[in-house]
């Protein structure tokens, strides 16, 4: 299918998406290659992670606008909808500590206000970002879209309901990622590989508790790119879950370090820590169905590790 071939058969020029959360991390890798690509672009964010800074070339484009609001607030979500033509819902509370600190934000915006997107959505296009997180802890074999879903944390399990919601309705389509890394103008070092990182070049030693709990990891461009290309096969993908990354990435901690290892060469490595993970995540992935339809992620382990390497020493 030609990448210009469109969910509603309009081109990517006639098309305006309302992008929701998208002033975070994930967002404004995605947002250059949405507009790049020739779609108009509503950026629907209070910008609490970023602020304005990052986001202002953007408005040389006339085709990118942005609505400064919190989406939980009354008469947000109708209004951001007006002359949009589909919905990509990234506004969360992102990471089980967030949302352990934060239940009362949590419930209103990962679940009442995706109930309230959905509703107000129609027929157009939804495209939601939801995780890994929500497969919980699974031992053993590889989690597919079918392996029942078993969240241990607050986040998981609001992203469950979320995801429900989204395929509830006419055109709802899911993307279950795993946990992203990379750099992006609006940085998360709280991300694992992000922050085992920087760890290593900025202590040259880790110190790893449960170091044999296995986890997926994905580019955060190459989740920018996974995004794009589900608008561009949507009528293939629509009122589906899919999983998002690639087999390669499904790593242990300890590998992830030994990898850290080959490129910072007097890192020192200790895997006896005490702790756990409260979201108790320990499982690996098949990437096989969004495969099947011709995705395939692109950032080697390697290269992502190593622009971080290059710009922590920054920090
Ligand atoms: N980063 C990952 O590893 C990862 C993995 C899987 C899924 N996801 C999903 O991708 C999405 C984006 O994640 P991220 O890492 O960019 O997180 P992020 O925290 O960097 O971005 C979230 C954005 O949502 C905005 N936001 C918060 N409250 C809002 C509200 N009430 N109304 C509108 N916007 C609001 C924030 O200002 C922020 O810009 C989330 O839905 C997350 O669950 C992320």
């Not at 098949?286 to 099947?292: L, W």
């Amino acid at each position: 299918m030609d990448s210009s071939e469109k969910v509603t058969g309009m081109s990517t020029s006639d098309m305006h998406i309302l992008l929701t959360g998208g002033g975070g991390y994930v967002g404004m890798s995605l947002l250059p290659l949405l507009l790049n690509s020739g779609y108009g672009v509503t950026l629907l964010d209070p910008l609490y992670r970023g602020g304005l800074e990052p986001l202002l070339p953007f408005f040389r484009n006339s085709n990118f606008s942005l609505i400064k609001d919190d989406m939980c607030d009354e008469g947000v979500i109708e209004n951001a909808l007006t002359n949009v033509d589909a919905v990509i819902h990234m506004a969360a509370v992102v990471g089980y500590p967030a949302c352990q600190r934060e239940p009362d934000r949590t419930e209103k915006l990962n679940v009442a206000a995706t109930e309230k997107l959905c509703r107000l959505a129609g027929n157009r296009p939804l495209i939601f970002t939801s995780t890994g997180s929500c497969y919980g802890v699974i031992k053993g074999g590889l989690c597919t879209e079918n392996t029942p879903l078993n969240p241990v944390s607050l986040y998981g399990t609001s992203k469950v309901q979320g995801e429900n919601l989204v395929l509830s309705i006419a055109n709802g389509t899911v993307l279950r990622f795993a946990t992203a890394y990379g750099l992006s103008p609006v940085m998360r070092i709280d991300l694992l590989l992000n922050h085992l990182t920087m760890m290593a070049v900025q202590s040259r030693k880790l110190s790893i508790y449960e170091p044999s709990a296995r986890r997926t990891f994905i580019h955060v461009e190459d989740m920018a790119r996974s995004i794009l290309f589900t608008l561009n096969n949507y009528n293939r993908m629509a009122g589906e879950a899919w999983n998002v990354g690639t087999e390669e990435q499904n790593l242990t901690k300890r590998e992830i370090c030994l990898h850290l290892a080959k490129l910072i060469p007097d890192l020192e490595l200790d895997f006896e820590a005490e702790g756990s993970d409260p979201d108790a995540r320990d499982y690996a992935v098949s990437y096989e169905k969004i495969r099947s339809i011709g995705f395939e992620t692109e950032v080697p382990l390697k290269e992502g590790m190593e622009e971080l390497i290059r710009a922590y020493h920054f920090f």
